[in-house]
């Protein structure tokens, strides 16, 4: 039973709908100084999943080979386009304009997107969860998107608690493949994954801090790349430089 994916969801979802209606009672100078622990606290999260890292180049190459697929592709214009086209159709259930194209209200979007739904934390908590039914990394990550939910839909509004639909799908899709994709992977593998989704962590911490506008929509597809990278790196490579 996939309850760690429900209750993150649902926090999601409950955290979207308090926001909306407490966001107008919240002073901008609140929303933007609790924003700014949000992010430190991403920050933390994916620092204490980098350290875990076994095969540091792996991992890089990882990365800088996923964001230059992700940059090819246009995989950020791509989940853009995805993310409007959900708000406007939201927009229309809730009767709303539907007409916030601002780059901010885009780049909001994006961030809340990819903090909830391509974390290194909940991807890896849901593969677990799938394997081991141990729900204890994404009831941690519950802790967190409960308030981020919160105040990210004093700009979102109602979108913020409809994320948690392709969040959930996302979630119980890994869930499902878990018990095919586990077994293949060795315990570095699983370290530099975990790194690397402490990397993508990282950069949207930098996002919500609005210190540096990182492309962490073009930086997806490195977590696809970053166990098979690792498996070569430790069965092909390291034996060589030994």
């Not at 901008?28 to 606290?41: M, R, V, Y």
């Not at 080979?65 to 927009?91: C, F, N, P, Q, Y």
């Not at 109602?158 to 586990?182: D, E, N, R």
């Not at 996002?207 to 970053?226: D, G, Q, S, T, Y």
Request: charged residues 10%; aromatic residues 8%.
């Amino acid at each position: 039973m996939p309850i760690g994916i429900l209750v993150n969801a649902c926090a999601i979802f409950v955290g979207g709908l308090v926001g909306m209606k407490l966001g107008p009672r919240f002073s901008e100078n609140f929303k933007i100084n609790l924003n700014t622990t949000f992010g430190a606290c991403a920050m933390a999260m994916g620092i204490s999943s980098i350290v875990l890292m076994k095969n540091l180049p792996a991992v890089i190459l990882a990365v800088i080979a996923g964001t230059i697929l992700g940059l090819v592709i246009h995989l950020g214009d791509r989940i853009s386009d995805g993310a409007m086209l959900m708000e406007k159709g939201i927009a229309r259930l809730t009767r709303n304009s539907g007409e916030n194209h601002a780059k901010d209200y885009q780049s909001v979007l994006i961030t809340c997107i990819v903090l909830f739904c391509a974390s290194g934390s909940g991807i890896y908590g849901s593969l677990v969860s799938g394997m081991t039914g141990d729900h204890s990394i994404l009831l941690a990550k519950t802790v967190l998107d409960l308030p981020t939910a919160m105040i990210f839909s004093c700009t979102l509004g109602i979108t913020t608690a409809f994320i948690a639909v392709p969040q959930c799908v996302v979630f119980l899709s890994l869930f499902g493949l878990a018990g095919l994709i586990i077994p293949f992977c060795s315990e570095a593998m699983i370290a530099d994954f975990k790194a690397c989704g402490g990397i993508l962590l990282l950069a949207t911490g930098f996002r919500m801090i609005k210190v540096k506008e990182f492309p962490v929509a073009e930086m997806i597809p490195a977590m696809v790349l970053v166990m098979p990278i690792s498996y070569l790196w430790t069965a092909y490579i390291v034996p060589l430089l030994g």
